[in-house]
């Protein structure tokens, strides 16, 4: 029977004990301010770089990790006795990662690599990466746990608010921002991801309360309208007092769902910029282990 790894990039945010927990392997994703490369995980935490956010004078900018780190956790999953392996990353949207580790498996020798395109981000992403491994660890085969990702997936949406459109225009990982130019100063811009896997303004609210307002009618729409458990992250880019409201408005109103938190650390960080609040939810991906 073949023995499954599962590898992901650091930007799922999954917390130490989940990775402990599920046997789950992380590539550290580069942040680079200015010439100096950071590795999310091993000398960049989102403490560290909210703070550097304010003080440095350059700007972050990221990169993918490099085919030799992936190599390397390959490697460290094949000396542990997997001999099958499942990268689920980072959205090929707004990521090269994916691609990268596409075109890379063809020439892994000793562990078959399988990629899975999470087509969203931070605990949207690691979700995934979290029921991959709980499948894994039941013995299921790889057609299987995609066949089940691809049920997730499908469910997965993430509504979120950025305080500042500058980085995302910055970094060119919005595909529709140009419209939001002439008021970006004065207005929160409400944010999704397409199907494909892309970021899209959806619309503009002047403060973040009006967002979240926002954003749970919208999501009383989806409560009625489906027949499964929902699960939602509330994520924040810095803004733990915000993200406390709405995890304590959240479950208020929504008492059948089940929410949880989680961070926009400093890889997804770099698009977003500080404060950047976002509303994650999907089918719970604990009922697909049934």
């Known amino acids: 029977m073949m023995k499954i790894a599962v590898l992901t990039d650091s930007s799922a945010y999954l917390t130490q004990a989940d990775i402990d927990r ?23 935490d989102s403490d560290k770089f909210y703070a550097m956010l304010k003080t440095e004078h350059v700007t972050p900018t990221t990169s993918q990790a490099s085919n030799g780190e992936v190599q390397r956790v390959l490697d460290q999953a094949l000396a542990d006795g997997y001999d099958t392996a499942i990268v689920v990353g980072l959205s090929s949207g707004i990521s090269g990662f994916i691609s990268n580790v596409t075109a890379y498996a063809p020439s892994v020798t000793d562990i078959d690599v399988h990629v899975w395109d999470s087509r969203i981000a931070c605990s949207g992403a690691g979700n995934q990466v979290l029921l991959a491994a709980a499948l894994a660890e039941k013995g299921m085969s790889v ?69 979240f307002t926002t954003i749970t009618t919208n999501f009383h729409k989806v409560v009625d309208s489906v027949d499964y458990p929902l699960r939602v992250s509330i994520v924040d880019a810095n803004n733990p007092q915000m993200k406390a409201q709405w995890l304590a408005a959240g479950a208020a109103e929504f008492p059948s769902v089940t929410f949880e938190d989680s961070i926009i650390g400093p890889l997804i960080g770099v698009h977003t910029g500080e404060k950047a609040m976002g509303f994650i939810y999907a089918r719970d991906w604990q009922s697909f282990l049934n």
């Open 143 to 211: 057609d299987e746990i995609f066949e089940r990702l691809a049920q997730l997936r499908e469910t997965t949406k993430v509504m979120f608010v950025v305080d500042d459109m500058r980085h995302l225009m910055r970094t060119g990982r919005i595909s529709n921002g140009q419209s939001l130019i002439g008021t970006m100063l004065q207005i929160k811009p409400m944010l999704a991801f397409t199907p494909e896997g892309k970021i899209v303004a959806t619309g503009r609210e002047r403060q973040m309360k009006r967002a």
């Open 22 to 44: 599920y046997h789950i392997y992380v590539v550290n994703d580069p942040v680079l301010f200015g010439n100096h490369v950071y590795h999310e995980n091993v000398d960049l």
